[in-house]
């Protein structure tokens, strides 16, 4: 479990990140963003690095809201163990157990009252910091732009849910994988999540 730390990409990582780049290589993105790791820097530059369609002077821009949920003390923790005591008081012995039987926003409030050191960040804490990302976007870029940002797995699929209850929340989203919203006012639209085929129309 990564959450806040933060460390180089793997080779897998690197090829992932290129390969995402690949797929959207025809698609022009007026603005990059990724979140304050070095993880998602690294990913938006191999991407952007593939990418035919965008201005090669397009400079991606920090957006700290969009780092990865934090999972407090049991960051860097085996997920299997960490799930087993973070559900254990709830009867539930993995991530998909607590999800199954409560909801994904009880598995980042349990997380939090889990946490010996209150570290971990609850579901209100969770979507204060991510929903300032998205006025911060709505704010700043015109209409009718096309916006790469680059984010981690549980706050994708945290923010597809969220937009749309029907996202499937298991199996976790594949590194370099793709999902699109469409921003009409406060209105959010998911055209696609998890995306990763070659053949697809991205």
Not at 26 to 47: G, I, V, W
Not at 172 to 195: I, M, R, W
């Amino acid at each position: 479990m990564q959450g806040w730390c933060d460390s180089p990409l793997t080779q897998k990582g690197i090829n992932d990140a290129h390969s995402a780049g690949k797929r959207l290589t025809n698609k022009h993105f007026d603005y990059a963003f990724h979140s304050d790791t070095m993880r998602t820097k690294r990913t938006c530059e191999y991407l952007l690095g593939e990418n035919q369609a965008t201005d090669t002077d397009l400079k991606p821009k920090e957006l700290r809201n969009f780092r990865e949920q934090s999972f407090g003390y049991f960051e860097g923790s085996d997920a299997s163990q960490a799930w087993t005591m973070i559900g254990a008081k709830h009867n539930c012995h993995s991530f998909k157990d607590v999800v199954e039987n409560y909801s994904l926003v009880e598995t980042r409030d349990f997380m939090k009252e889990a946490d010996p050191f209150g570290d971990a960040e609850n579901d209100a804490e969770f979507w204060s910091r991510v929903k300032i990302g998205f006025d911060y976007l709505r704010e700043k870029i015109p209409d009718d732009k096309n916006v790469l940002v680059v984010s981690h797995a549980m706050t994708i699929r945290s923010i597809a849910n969220l937009f749309d209850e029907k996202t499937p929340l298991f199996p976790d989203p594949d590194n370099g994988s793709v999902t699109k919203l469409t921003v009409d006012g406060h209105n959010f639209t998911v055209d696609y999540y998890n995306q990763t085929a070659e053949d697809f129309d991205y």
